[in-house]
Nanobody
């Protein structure tokens, strides 16, 4: 199983990005997908989760601005990020399970 994140880039403060997380390989039903981010010099932090394709949870730092979703026709997960702030600058990862390798992540830079 491989996790491939994409959709990052450079965006101005207040802008939006939609990150994608594709799951390749033979994977069973994914009941929960987590989104993490890691800023330079900081620990990786959990920012969003989507459970059973519907229930979502968010860290306070992104609540109301980020939305996690899933395309139920394929194993693709999304993180819509709006009202981006410079402090959202980080490498973003999706991940599930205990034994799945981490992907490369996708870089998000929020700067004017």
């Amino acid at each position: 199983v491989q996790l491939v994140e994409s959709g990052g880039g450079l965006v101005q403060p207040g802008g939006s990005l939609r990150l994608s997380c594709m799951v390749s390989g033979d994977s069973p039903y994914i009941s929960r997908m987590d989104w993490y981010r890691q800023a330079p010099g900081k620990q990786r932090e959990l920012i969003a989760s989507i459970i059973n394709g519907g229930e979502t949870n968010y860290a306070d730092s992104v609540k109301g601005r980020f939305t996690a979703s899933k395309d139920n026709h394929n194993d693709t997960f999304y993180l819509l990020m709006t009202s981006l702030k410079p402090e959202d600058t980080a490498t973003y990862y999706c991940h599930y399970g205990a034994k799945i390798p981490w992907g490369q992540g996708t870089q998000v830079t929020v700067s004017s």
